[in-house]
C-alpha cells in the first residue's frame, strides 16, 4: 500500500520543484541578499530601513532561498481521524498528505522530522522505538530531523504504521512542540482536522509563524459538511465511544447542522488565515493528490508575482 501511494506521489509531484531552488511553500527564503526599491504588493515586514533612510526611497531587501531546508510535521492522529465516508478515510490522507511533503522537501541533503499526537491525554514518557534521544510521553511520538529518502521513507513507515488511541490529541500542545526548542528558519506543516477548539491551537500556530513558513492542511469527509437524508442514522463518536441517533429526514436539521459546520470551518479557515498560515483543505471524496499539485503550482505563481500567501 505504502509503495504504491509513494509511486503515486512520485509521478504525480516529481518536477514540480524543476528550476530555482524552491521548497515545499515557494517563499523568498530567509538568507539575506541584496536591496531593491519597494514595489506595491511586497512584504512590508522585508523593508530595509537603513538604506530606505540613505536614499530616501522605500527599499525592500531581498532574500535568497535556503540551500538546505529543515521540515517539521505536526501530524494529529486523534480517533476522528479514523472515519471516512468517500473513497478514503481521513487517517489515509494524512498519510497520503505526509508523503506528498516528503516527497517535495526531502532533497538535497533537506531534513524532515514530525512529531505525531495519537489521541488520548496525559500519559508517561516512554522512548522511540529504534531510535535514540530523550523520551516522549505515550501518546506523542517523535520522530528527530534526518536527511535522505529513505530517512523518510522510515518516517512515513512509523506514522502510517502508528496505533491510534481512544480520544483526542492535544494539538495546541503538539504545535507547540514545534517551537521548543528553536529551530533555524524552515518549514512546519500541521495536519490535521482541526476539530479542536481553534482557542487552543490557534496561538501555538501564529507562534509558530512568526518564525518558520507554515502549511495547515486540513483533512475533511463530507458528512462533516452535511448530512444525507437516509432516515434515522446511527453514529458513533470515535473519541468518546458516545452512540447517537439522528433523524437525517427533518429537513430543518440538516440545514442547521449544515450552517453549523459551515461556521466550524469558516472559524478554522479564519484562525489559520491570522496565524499567516497556507491552508490546504484536501476532502476524502475527492481526487487529494490534485489538490495538492494545484496548491504547489499557485504556491509557485505566487512567487513569481511577488507574494507567498
Known sequence: MLSRLQLLVTRKLDGLLQGDYVGLLPGPGSEAGESREYRPGDDVRRMDWPVTARTTLPHVRRTVADRELETWLAVDLSASLDFGTGQWLKRDLVVAAVAAVAHLTVRGGNRIGAVVGTGGVGGTTRPVAGRTGPPTLSNVLRLPARPGRKEAQGLLRAIAHTEIKPGRSDLGALVDMLNRPPRRRGVAVVISDFLSPPEQWGRPVRKLAVRHDVLAIEVVDPRELELPDVGVLALVDPETGE??????????????????????????????RAAGAAHLRLRTDSDWLLDMVRFVAAQRHARTRGTTR
Do not use: G, N
Request: glycine fraction near 0%; charge should be positive.
Open 243 to 272: 452512540l447517537h441517533e439522528v433523524q437525517t429526514a427533518d429537513p430543518r436539521l440538516r440545514r442547521r447542522y449544515a450552517e453549523a459546520a459551515s461556521a466550524q470551518r469558516a472559524a478554522i479557515a479564519h484562525q489559520l
